[in-house]
Structures are given as C-alpha cells and as structure tokens.
T-cell receptor, first 114, second 115 residues
Framework: ETGVTQTPRHLVMGMTNKKSLKCEQH?????MYWYKQSAKKPLELMFV???????ENNSVPSRFSPECPNSSHLFLHLHTLQPEDSALYLC?????????????FGPGTRLTVT | AQSVAQPEDQVNVAEGNPLTVKCTYS??????LFWYVQYPNRGLQFLLK????DNLVKGSYGFEAEFNKSQTSFHLKKPSALVSDSALYFC?????WGGGNKLTFGTGTQLKVEL
C-alpha cells in the first residue's frame, strides 16, 4: 500500500449517468493529481491541485469535473461520459512539487462507460 | 515540451539473466527522472529516481538505472531477473526548473521474465 486510496475500484456507468471517483491520502502531501491510463498510451495528466488550488487543467473535457475540498481528498465528478473515456483513472500525491519529490499513486479506478 | 520514449512495448528475459528496459527523454534544462512499476490491478509503485549526483542510481528490488546526459537516456537494469519482476514499467521525466507539477510518462514496457 502506498498510502493513497481510491474508491470505487471498479465502476460501470451509462453515458447519461453521474458518478464520482474519490481519492484520499494521509501522507501529509500538499499536491494531488488525476491521471488517465489507457492501453498503449502514456499516462495522461488531467488535473493538478496544490494546497487545494487547481494549478493545471490539461485540456480536459468539461464532462470531467475535479474537486479538492482539502489537502487529503480529491474527487473526480463524471457526467455524460463517452465510451472512449473508459480507462484506468489514477490518483497521485506528492510532498513538494518543486523538488524531486516522489509521486505516490493509488490503485486506480477501472471505469467502463457503456 | 517534455517527453519520454520507451521504444520497446515488451521485453522478454529468462530468469537469472540480466535485464534492460530502455528509456530516452526530452526536457528543457536538467531532468528529474523516475522509474515506476505497475503490477496487474495495482497503481504505480516508485522504483528509483535521479535528481542529481552519481549517474548510477540504485532502487528497490535490486533495480538500478544509469543517467546518461549525452544520450538523454535513463535505462533501467537488473543483473539477475526474477519471474516476480514481470510487470509494466514506466519511465517518467520532469524538468528540474519550471516543470511545475508536470511529471510526463512514457507508454510503458511490459517485462516478461520466464523460467
């Protein structure tokens, strides 16, 4: 275990549903991230939060909406997704984004959009 | 823009033989380089990193990597492979200055170690 947890681990949703992914870290880190992992493609950075403030949105469609209520929790709200959004969504955290700090990853949520 | 190339989708090695997983990078300025491993149905686990100093970096589970600035490479190596090393390996890079929070990953290399 890396200290980063994600729920649910698996999610199947229709294109008209609304669901949320949750990430939690108790490592005392101040930066949290959402990544998308699709087969045969590099991990795609989606969002970055530093001290609860969003510092990066990597041209992510608005059907993905992040929320960071505090330094320990990160959510990804999903609505009207497309089948191509099916992927493994990974949450990560790090201590100091400006140093060579390690990123700690959660186990991911396997999302299937039907 | 920064990028990582992992030229091999899959590497096959016999147990007990040395293994190498290749990685080259492109970044402005000095790089911070990382290797992560992913086992089935698990998140990415940190293996090792190069920040500064000795070009040969030693990490978890007997893995090491050598930073080569002239070749912009950071190949992952292990002297004697184990079947349990079979997993998906990712190389990642971040600029040491001005890179912000952006850790850029390669496409991953599937390592298969057979008896």
């Amino acid at each position: 275990e890396t200290g980063v947890t994600q729920t649910p681990r698996h999610l199947v949703m229709g294109m008209t549903n609304k669901k949320s992914l949750k990430c939690e870290q108790h490592l005392g880190h101040n930066a949290m991230y959402w990544y998308k992992q699709s087969a045969k493609k590099p991990l795609e950075l989606m969002f970055v939060y530093n001290f609860k403030e969003q510092t990066e949105n990597n041209s992510v469609p608005s059907r993905f909406s992040p929320e960071c209520p505090n330094s320990s929790h990160l959510f990804l709200h999903l609505h009207t997704l497309q089948p191509e959004d099916s992927a493994l969504y990974l949450c990560a955290s790090s201590q100091d984004p400006l140093a060579g700090a390690d990123w700690y990853f959660g186990p991911g949520t396997r999302l299937t959009v039907t | 823009a920064q990028s990582v190339a992992q030229p091999e989708d899959q590497v096959n090695v016999a147990e007990g033989n040395p293994l190498t997983v290749k990685c080259t990078y492109s970044v402005s300025g000095n790089p911070y380089l990382f290797w992560y491993v992913q086992y089935p149905n698990r998140g990415l686990q940190f293996l090792l990193k190069y920040i500064t100093g000795d070009n040969l970096v030693k990490g978890s589970y007997g893995f090491e990597a050598e930073f080569n600035k002239s070749q912009t490479s950071f190949h992952l190596k292990k002297p004697s492979a184990l079947v349990s090393d079979s997993a998906l390996y990712f190389c990642a890079v971040r600029a040491s200055w001005g890179g912000g929070n952006k850790l850029t990953f390669g496409t991953g290399t599937q390592l298969k170690v057979e008896l």
